[in-house]
């Protein structure tokens, strides 16, 4: 690994911090909705929504190197997100981009850079559970349709989205591998015959739901990749959404602020900061965000080296899904009582992301998922 940046690379860094320097000025208020509509509009501007994607789809044709640099920098200064549709962002539109026609690229990668639609995710189903890959979703071609049956769950902004890239089963029952048969088409969430049910979680939010779908028509030309081909579409866009190390950056604001609440909070009569089990756990949770840079750096090697990115990047998914259930934990357990009390401390903020952790840990793949990906394709071990 080379930890020198380019004089081309420090130059752009540069213009990043002088940009977020005139946009982001003490006192900002970065949810008045004024702010982010010009904010969405310069970095719209700048093509840095969609920064690595290639011009000619409209990206802003960047380097790997310097998209680390910018989200680094934004995570930082803790600026507004690139962009509004975040798995739009994240694995859909590169997946169209690799996978998709012409039609499909510029039917829907404008919307996605502009933030015009949001879209979901439909891959888990109830019986399923960690394997992925024994959905029982199924697709019927029907002349120019397919026709969809079957139920997803854990959709996450299923309520709010206006597409969902979709797994479906389209081979013969009985196939000797699991993973063929498997088709991914991008359906119109209006599409008559799909109902939406929201799933409460424990802080009172609904950001999941289930999705079923009865004899809904999804045209061909909605198939992305071939016929059969879902698996590997699905595990190379999954890669987009675990490359990234300036994932970093958020948790180690987020571990500052831990460590402000500790320096305020009381715990036998003293600072919480100063009990020696507290500062054992911040220091836990600051060695093991380290280990997740590392990893992360590795991965970026890898991919300025030209070689593909594998299944060893759930390794980051696993790591930090279970570091923010410890540092909500942490957060709760310095408070004291008045931990279990909503709103007692910062507006109950700390409680909402001790009690949100279903959304990290199962978002893109549960625990199980990457274990098993871990242990296959990594580790070398015999299938699950």
Not at 133 to 160: F, P
Not at 257 to 266: G, Q, S, T
Not at 349 to 366: C, D, M, S, Y
Request: aromatic share 6%; with cysteine; proline share 5%.
């Amino acid at each position: 690994m080379d930890f020198q940046l380019t004089p081309e690379e420090e130059t752009f860094r540069a213009e990043v911090r002088a940009f977020l320097d005139e946009m982001l000025p003490p006192g900002t208020h970065t949810m008045d909705p004024a702010f982010l509509a010009e904010w969405h509009r310069r970095v719209r501007e700048k093509r840095w929504v969609g920064f690595s994607w290639p011009r000619e789809v409209g990206g802003g044709g960047g380097s790997i190197m310097q998209q680390v640099i910018l989200k680094e920098e934004m995570a930082k200064r803790k600026a507004p997100p690139l962009g509004t549709c975040f798995m739009g962002l994240a694995w859909v539109g590169p997946a169209i981009i690799q996978y998709g026609t012409e039609a499909q690229k510029q039917r829907f990668v404008p919307d996605i850079l502009d933030g015009k639609v949001q879209w979901c995710t439909g891959y888990s189903e109830p019986g399923s559970g960690s394997d992925l890959a024994s959905l029982q979703c199924r697709g019927v071609r029907d002349g120019e349709h397919y026709v969809v049956n079957g139920q997803k769950i854990w959709t996450s902004i299923a309520m709010w989205s206006k597409w969902i890239i979709l797994l479906v089963r389209t081979g013969p029952p009985g196939v000797e591998h699991k993973h063929d048969g498997i088709t991914c088409l991008l359906v119109e969430m209006d599409t008559p015959g799909i109902t939406v049910r929201p799933i409460r979680n424990m802080s009172g939010g609904a950001m999941f739901a289930e999705v079923f779908f009865d004899d809904v028509r999804v045209p061909v030309g909605n198939r992305l990749g071939e016929e059969g081909q879902g698996w590997k579409v699905t595990v190379s866009a999954l890669a987009h959404e675990r490359s990234s190390i300036a994932e970093v950056e958020g948790l180690l604001r987020k571990l500052d602020e831990l460590v402000e609440l500790a320096r305020r909070a009381v715990k036998n009569g003293r600072p919480a900061l100063e009990d020696d089990g507290v500062r054992r756990r911040i220091a836990r949770c600051e060695t093991r965000i380290e280990a997740m840079r590392m990893n992360g750096l590795r991965f970026l090697t890898k991919q300025l080296k030209g070689e593909p990115l594998g299944a060893e990047t759930s390794i980051n998914k696993l790591h930090r899904a279970a570091l923010e259930v410890e540092m909500g934990d942490l957060a709760l357990e310095i408070q004291g009582s008045a931990g279990h009390l909503e709103k007692e401390v910062e507006g109950g903020r700390w409680q909402r992301f001790a009690l949100n952790w279903p959304e990290v840990v199962i978002g893109g793949g549960t625990p199980n998922i990457q274990r098993n990906i871990i242990g296959e394709r990594v580790l070398g071990l015999p299938k699950d």
